[in-house]
T-cell receptor, first 118, second 115 residues
Framework: AQKITQTQPGMFVQEKEAVTLDCTYD???????LFWYKQPSSGEMIFLIY??????QNATEGRYSLNFQKARKSANLVISASQLGDSAMYFC???????????????FGGGTRVLVKP | KAGVTQTPRYLIKTRGQQVTLSCSPI?????VSWYQQTPGQGLQFLFE???????NKGNFPGRFSGRQFSNSRSEMNVSTLELGDSALYLC??????????????FGAGSRLTVL
C-alpha cells in the first residue's frame, strides 16, 4: 500500500521569501508518480507539479520546484518568492504507474496549510 | 475551456435521506474520479469511472455508488445518509487512465452537510 506523510500541519511564510513543504512517501511499487496540489479556501484542488519516479531531473513549473530524493523517499515542494495568493492548503499525492497502474487513483497526504504574511 | 463542474455546490440533508451529486468533466476527458474530503480522514478515494465502467473502487460501504454516462458525465449517490457522510465531495477528470503525468483536474466540490 502507498502512504504519503506531510509532517508540517501549518506554517507561516513572509511574502517574497521561499518556503519548502515536506513530503515523504512509502511504496513498494517500482514506478510511481508524485503530484502536488494546492487547495485554496474555495475548495478546488489546483495541480501544481508532477515528478515521475524515473525522471532524472527535478521537476520545475514557474515558481514551483520539486526536490525529489528517491533514496530518501521524499518529494518536497519549494515555492520561491511567495505571494499572498499562495496562502492555501498544499497536498502531496502519489499514483502507481504502469505496469502496476491502478487507474488514476491518487493517495494523498494530510496536507500543509501555508499562510503568507505581508 | 470549461473546467470540471460539480452540482450542487452546497446541500443539507438529514440522516437517512439519500443524495445524488453530479460531475461534468472537461470536454474530451473520459475518466472521472470521486474523492471524499473530511477534516478527520483527509482526502479519500471513492471510485473511478472510465468509458462508463467502474475501474477502481475505494474502501467505502455499499451506500456509496456511482455511474458514468455516455457523455462522460458522472453521478455519485449516497443512500441512508449518516452524520459522518458530511464532507466535501470532489470530482476529478482526466484524459486517460494512469499513464505518466496524466493530471487530474478537480472541480470545486459539493459540500454535503448531514443533520
Amino acid at each position: 500500500a502507498q502512504k504519503i506523510t506531510q509532517t508540517q500541519p501549518g506554517m507561516f511564510v513572509q511574502e517574497k521569501e521561499a518556503v519548502t513543504l515536506d513530503c515523504t512517501y512509502d511504496t513498494s511499487d517500482p514506478s510511481y508518480g508524485l503530484f502536488w496540489y494546492k487547495q485554496p479556501s474555495s475548495g478546488e484542488m489546483i495541480f501544481l507539479i508532477y515528478q515521475g519516479s524515473y525522471d532524472q531531473q527535478n521537476a520545475t513549473e514557474g515558481r514551483y520546484s520539486l526536490n525529489f530524493q528517491k533514496a530518501r523517499k521524499s518529494a518536497n515542494l519549494v515555492i520561491s518568492a511567495s505571494q499572498l495568493g499562495d496562502s492555501a492548503m498544499y497536498f502531496c499525492a502519489m499514483r502507481k504507474l504502469p505496469p502496476k497502474a491502478a487507474g488514476n487513483k491518487l493517495t494523498f497526504g494530510g496536507g500543509t496549510r501555508v499562510l503568507v504574511k505581508p | 475551456k470549461a473546467g470540471v463542474t460539480q452540482t450542487p455546490r452546497y446541500l443539507i440533508k438529514t440522516r437517512g435521506q439519500q443524495v445524488t451529486l453530479s460531475c461534468s468533466p472537461i470536454s474530451g476527458h473520459r475518466s472521472v474520479s470521486w474523492y471524499q474530503q473530511t477534516p478527520g480522514q483527509g482526502l479519500q478515494f471513492l471510485f473511478e469511472y472510465f468509458s462508463e465502467t467502474q475501474r477502481n473502487k475505494g474502501n467505502f460501504p455499499g451506500r456509496f455508488s456511482g455511474r458514468q454516462f455516455s457523455n462522460s458525465r458522472s453521478e455519485m449517490n449516497v443512500s441512508t445518509l449518516e452524520l459522518g457522510d458530511s464532507a466535501l465531495y470532489l470530482c476529478a477528470s482526466s484524459l486517460s487512465q494512469g499513464s505518466g503525468a496524466n493530471v487530474l483536474t478537480f472541480g470545486a466540490g459539493s459540500r454535503l452537510t448531514v443533520l
